[in-house]
């Protein structure tokens, strides 16, 4: 059993400490504030305060009591607020505290947004912050991630990273996207994955997984035409499609997730609706 800190007890990390503490594991959980840990902190999943902006010596102090293994970055990287250069800066700061704290292993939860506008298939070698530096086939937001990701393999820690494609389950119906697309293509794949194996997922990283990359997207999918139009049609909601186009665009990969000895919950995105 090991002794694993959550940095992040959000939509995501909360849910994944459970389960992690489930096993057997010795978990902490953080949030940004004193009444966030609170909130959330119980006999279970013990929660404290870390505040990445504050600086390596802020995060090792919180975390010494505990001890941890194995530190899971699981907290988003604020691009909806405009602050997604601090995202980097949050990773680097994480990865000085686990120097000094002796980690033994760091896992992140990327995503899939890394990868290269093109409407090709998407192994994880194509992406890397060298292959996006100069390019302008990768966002802004792109390369951010990549920083932050090259900034964890650079640490000279075990780690794993784990890109994960858009996230549905409890609370985030995908039919409720609908509202915010301004069209939907019949050519484009659903690249989706529901949070059972996002905890799933993580947690092998975590547990299994040493200096690797890897794509987190459930194995088998439909268009996003498709995809959407289901999730409506199994909704209780009054949508409808915004305008359809057929723009191909990029398909993730989780071939090699699977080869690694995962195995998934749901196979096909129809199922995760």
């Given at each position: 059993?090991?002794?694993?800190?959550?940095?992040?007890?959000?939509?995501?990390?909360?849910?994944?400490?459970?389960?992690?503490?489930?096993?057997?594991?010795?978990?902490?959980?953080?949030?940004?504030?004193?009444?966030?840990?609170?909130?959330?902190?119980?006999?279970?999943?013990?929660?404290?305060?870390?505040d990445l902006s504050q600086g390596d010596s802020h995060v090792v102090s919180a975390l010494a009591p505990f001890q941890p293994q194995i530190l899971v970055g699981c907290f988003p990287p604020g691009f909806r607020r405009?602050?997604?250069?601090?995202?980097?800066?949050?990773?680097?700061?994480?990865?000085?505290?686990?120097?000094?704290?002796?980690?033994?292993?760091?896992?992140?939860?990327?995503?899939?947004?890394?990868?290269?506008?093109?409407?090709?298939?998407?192994?994880?070698?194509?992406?890397?912050?060298?292959?996006?530096?100069?390019?302008?086939?990768?966002?802004?937001?792109?390369?951010?991630?990549?920083?932050?990701?090259?900034?964890?393999?650079?640490?000279?820690?075990?780690?794993?990273?784990?890109?994960?494609?858009?996230?549905?389950?409890?609370?985030?119906?995908?039919?409720?996207?609908?509202?915010?697309?301004?069209?939907?293509?019949?050519?484009?794949?659903?690249?989706?994955?529901?949070?059972?194996?996002?905890?799933?997922?993580?947690?092998?990283?975590?547990?299994?997984?040493?200096?690797?990359?890897?794509?987190?997207?459930?194995?088998?999918?439909?268009?996003?035409?498709?995809?959407?139009?289901?999730?409506?049609?199994?909704?209780?909601?009054?949508?409808?499609?915004?305008?359809?186009?057929?723009?191909?665009?990029?398909?993730?990969?989780?071939?090699?997730?699977?080869?690694?000895?995962?195995?998934?919950?749901?196979?096909?995105?129809?199922?995760?609706?």
């Amino acid at each position: 059993m090991k002794r694993i800190g959550i940095v992040g007890g959000g939509w995501l990390g909360l849910p994944l400490s459970k389960f992690l503490a489930n096993l057997g594991h010795t978990i902490v959980v953080t949030k940004t504030s004193l009444e966030g840990a609170q909130h959330i902190d119980c006999d279970e999943v013990p929660a404290i305060m870390v505040d990445l902006s504050q600086g390596d010596s802020h995060v090792v102090s919180a975390l010494a009591p505990f001890q941890p293994q194995i530190l899971v970055g699981c907290f988003p990287p604020g691009f909806r607020r405009g602050n997604g250069d601090e995202y980097a800066l949050y990773w680097q700061t994480l990865v000085l505290a686990a120097k000094c704290l002796a980690v033994e292993k760091i896992v992140m939860v990327s995503s899939t947004t890394v990868y290269p506008n093109r409407a090709e298939s998407m192994s994880e070698e194509m992406a890397s912050f060298a292959l996006a530096h100069n390019s302008d086939e990768f966002s802004v937001n792109a390369k951010v991630m990549l920083r932050a990701e090259q900034c964890l393999i650079d640490s000279g820690i075990d780690y794993a990273i784990v890109r994960c494609s858009g996230l549905v389950g409890p609370e985030r119906n995908p039919a409720r996207f609908v509202t915010h697309l301004k069209q939907v293509s019949d050519q484009a794949p659903a690249n989706m994955l529901h949070l059972t194996d996002a905890i799933g997922a993580v947690s092998y990283a975590a547990l299994h997984l040493d200096n690797q990359v890897v794509n987190a997207t459930t194995p088998n999918t439909t268009s996003k035409a498709e995809f959407y139009q289901a999730a409506i049609d199994r909704s209780d909601l009054s949508l409808t499609l915004p305008p359809i186009v057929h723009n191909a665009d990029k398909h993730i990969s989780a071939d090699k997730l699977v080869e690694l000895g995962y195995k998934f919950h749901f196979h096909h995105t129809l199922e995760i609706i």
